[in-house]
């Protein structure tokens, strides 16, 4: 009987559980079920926090980013009026004074550019740039301070960080994109034959997937407090468009730059007459050293070969810099002053080796920077009509004329709709212009407010444009 009973009492006991189990699960189901909009609600505050973060951000950039307009379109663009206006590169005002920060390539070897405003306004820029570095300084000026983007820390970045882009794209100025670094240390050889090396080497760029495109280059990449980090330079893309992987120029490796280029005009960089490259896993292993740069070959009669260091020497230090890697050993010689001596450390058959150089001046590489014919007149620049550019107008060879090679926006030129690229400027008034020089001669004569009557011809139809000199 009482085992009857406790066998009784034991089931209402395992029943009376798995009803409280129940009980319980459901309380649990309840509470689970109550806190899914609260964790929602929390989740969607934390993303319109970053939201606006970003929209502030882009409050704080956008009226700093520039659109600098082309002086030198490409070939493509001669010819098709609707792209003359349209931006070929970005910069961004790094000071209230009007100093604009862009890429070489963007300016092109020329001493004056066009830049408009995010609030639309255009001025004339005077350019400073730097061929090796590609990088430039644009000024220009107002009677009111300018906005300008505060300069980051590029030290500091570090993958996975934030990466925001702001330029001019093709024509959509003031874009607005977001990704993070996605590397710190990228070296890049780009093919460019309008340098006189054919190359430009870049020795430290990062790498982000923030959505960069032809336009963005000389514009800003941001962190998430609004400061420059780098300047957008080139993407990696077969067709032309941003796939994800884009470069930079880090800041710090520019305010070498813009220090130089606001002082003197141009930048002079160190010389020590080596190729070094960095210490990979094999020669850690040959070599018995973790990092370092491993020095491939000496110039001869260079600083470096007069100092002692030789090839298969491992720099592991410079003063009191560590040099972990190629980079870190370019980035410290090329910023040093020439006539500055170093103290250089190396490992040399395991043995450490102290030496002195005495830096030099590396070679200049820059190229003429040529203002365009009569661009502070009418905005137009000519060309020699050859049989070859004739054929391509669809004009007779045996016209006595220049052709129309760039019209620069925001000119007086630029406002006549009859006169186009690619037009052959037969006569100025009435008198003929058979050539560059007596153009450029019979523009130097003309005086502002003066109405000039251009003749030409745009493939087989003759037409005249009068245009007011300013």
Not at 380 to 386: D, G, K, N
């Amino acid at each position: 009987m009482r085992e009857q009973l406790r066998s009784r009492m034991a089931q209402r006991l395992w029943c009376a559980g798995i009803m409280a189990s129940l009980l319980l699960g459901s309380q649990s189901l309840t509470i689970a079920q109550a806190e899914k909009p609260k964790d929602r609600k929390a989740s969607r505050m934390t993303l319109s926090s970053l939201q606006d973060a970003f929209s502030e951000i882009a409050d704080e950039l956008e009226p700093a980013v520039v659109t600098i307009l082309s002086l030198n379109p490409t070939r493509g663009e001669r010819n098709n009026r609707s792209k003359r206006s349209t931006g070929t590169g970005s910069g961004v005002l790094i000071s209230a004074d009007g100093w604009i920060l862009t890429n070489e390539h963007v300016t092109g070897g020329i001493v004056k550019v066009k830049v408009r405003l995010n609030d639309g306004r255009e001025f004339t820029g005077t350019v400073r740039g730097d061929l090796r570095s590609d990088l430039a300084l644009v000024k220009i000026d107002d009677t009111k301070p300018f906005p300008y983007a505060p300069l980051g820390d590029s030290d500091k970045v570090k993958i996975g960080h934030w990466a925001i882009a702001v330029g001019s794209p093709y024509k959509y100025e003031g874009t607005f994109s977001v990704g993070v670094i996605s590397s710190l240390s990228r070296r890049q050889e780009i093919i460019d034959p309008t340098v006189p090396t054919g190359v430009r080497f870049y020795p430290q760029m990062f790498q982000t997937d923030a959505a960069i495109n032809p336009g963005n280059s000389g514009g800003p990449l941001c962190n998430i407090n609004g400061e420059v980090i780098a300047i957008n330079t080139a993407i990696e893309s077969d067709g032309g468009g941003s796939i994800g992987i884009g470069f930079a120029i880090p800041i710090n490796s520019a305010k070498f730059v813009i220090s130089q280029l606001q002082q003197t005009g141009k930048v002079q960089y160190g010389y020590l007459g080596v190729e070094p490259r960095s210490v990979g896993p094999q020669l850690a292993s040959t070599l018995n050293v973790m990092s370092g740069a491993y020095i491939q070959s000496v110039q001869d009669n260079s600083p470096a070969q007069k100092a002692g260091l030789r090839a298969g020497d491992v720099v592991i230090s410079i003063g009191d810099k560590n040099i972990r890697n190629e980079t870190d050993f370019r980035i410290v010689v090329a910023q040093s002053r020439p006539g500055t001596t170093l103290e250089l450390v190396t490992l040399r058959n395991g043995q450490r080796v102290a030496m002195k150089a005495t830096v030099a001046e590396m070679e200049d590489l820059g190229r003429p920077r040529e203002e365009p014919n009569v661009l502070s007149r009418l905005g137009i620049e000519v060309e020699p009509l050859t049989d070859t550019l004739a054929e391509k107008l669809s004009v007779s060879s045996r016209l006595k004329g220049v052709a129309v090679k760039t019209i620069l926006p925001g000119t007086p030129a630029s406002d006549s709709p009859e006169l186009e690229e690619g037009a052959v400027i037969l006569k100025i008034n009435d008198q003929e212009t058979p050539n560059v020089n007596t153009f450029k001669e019979i523009m130097s004569q003309l005086k502002n407010g003066e109405r000039v009557t251009f003749t030409f011809m745009v493939g087989k139809v003759k037409k005249t444009a009068t245009i007011v000199v300013e």
